[in-house]
């Protein structure tokens, strides 16, 4: 049988295999999380399994790296970006530290030292996030019994874009011939520019089903995903279809929907930039044609299952993000308002007068 005991303010444990008497710490205050260790112990002698008697002794580096390769593995499209933030704001801080010596209060401070350089809430949440991963890896790895609690901050998107629709092709008529269908691609659908329109291949779309289909994997939440051809949708795909067949008679196969001289078009950051300060909406992003997208949907009376799976939403709680109402919005309620006054009995309608008020004895 194994024993608990403290040394100082960590708690130890002693277990035993083939006779001979074994002890280590826990690295932890905390004497649940020292017998927690010791039953795994036992459980892995009893099992045959080779003890890890460096349990407990990760670095921060080591954690890190692991985050880092996780992501690669994964093709992430963010893997670029953690390694920039390990490297220019975590690793500062907790580098050469032991991941369980690390405590909530440590991250906190670590919350408080980024926010007193003017780190926004989001940019700190992001590097939570590895933190968080960073714990979970090591515990999935048996480098650690237990992770901390790593508290998130609170967001506050103000991003509320929309494109109207004379915004849209003023923007247009400043980008390169290429780029204008992906914008206006996206536009219709709410679908990603970088990760999900830019790659589009023409296998993707089925002309005998009507529909742009993505594969399971393709999207963000990795769940396939169809898009019906609408009117104006399929007029944009049959001018990119009459290109793609041009360049095949010339021998040339071109698999990609939207394409620069028949190559994939990786980014257009300074075209988009360039085109919508000409446009004079300087503040637009290309996500907000997600945010634009939604509401369409939403004007046009979609069902909220339909337009979540349309545009790629996968709750109902991310999808209520992008439903925003806008003024446009209001003003069309206000139309139907005023086009239904006096229809209902006792509603005054519109250009008729107030009942007057009653005289005072």
């Known amino acids: 049988m194994g024993e608990l005991r403290k040394r100082g303010r960590i708690w130890w444990f002693r277990y035993y295999r083939n006779g001979r008497r074994f002890e280590e710490s826990s690295h932890s205050e905390h004497k649940g999380d020292a017998s927690r260790l010791m039953k795994q112990r036992e459980g892995d002698i009893a099992k045959g399994v080779p003890i890890n008697a460096a349990i407990g002794r990760l670095r921060f580096e080591d954690a890190a790296a692991a985050v880092a390769q996780d992501y690669a593995m994964n093709g992430r499209d963010t893997t670029k970006d953690v390694t920039r933030r390990i490297r220019m704001h975590l690793q500062p801080f907790f580098g050469g530290r032991r991941m369980s010596a690390i405590s909530t209060a440590e991250i906190t401070a670590y919350v408080v030292t980024r926010q007193a350089a003017g780190a926004a809430n989001a940019s700190v949440n992001r590097e939570l996030s590895i933190m968080k991963r960073a714990f979970t890896l ?119 929907v939207f394409h620069r001289n028949g190559r994939k078009i990786k980014n257009f950051r300074h075209a988009w930039e360039t085109a919508r300060e000409k446009a004079g909406v300087p503040g637009r992003l290309l996500h907000d044609f997600r945010r634009t997208a939604v509401r369409n949907l939403e004007l046009s009376g979609v069902p909220r299952a339909a337009a979540m799976h349309m545009v790629g939403h996968k709750t109902e709680s991310i999808y209520r993000r992008y439903a925003i109402v806008d003024a446009t919005s209001l003003r069309d309620a206000a139309a139907r308002i005023d086009a239904a006054a006096g229809t209902i009995s006792g509603t005054i309608g519109a250009g008729s007068q107030a009942p007057p008020a009653k005289q005072s004895a």
């Open 138 to 256: 090591a515990v999935q790895a048996g480098k650690l019994v237990t992770r901390p609690h790593v508290p998130m901050l609170e967001e506050r998107n103000t991003r509320r874009g929309f494109f109207e629709p004379e915004q849209f092709a003023a923007v247009c008529g400043h980008l390169p011939a290429a780029l204008r269908p992906v914008a206006a691609f996206a536009y219709l659908t709410g679908w990603r520019v970088r990760s999900e329109v830019l790659p589009l291949e023409w296998r993707s779309v089925d002309w005998r089903a009507r529909e742009v289909r993505l594969d399971a994997g393709a999207t963000k939440n990795d769940e396939g995903r169809s898009y019906p051809l609408t009117a104006a949708l399929e007029v944009l795909l049959k001018a990119q279809l009459a290109d793609h067949d041009a360049r095949k008679k010339a021998g040339t196969i071109v698999p990609f």
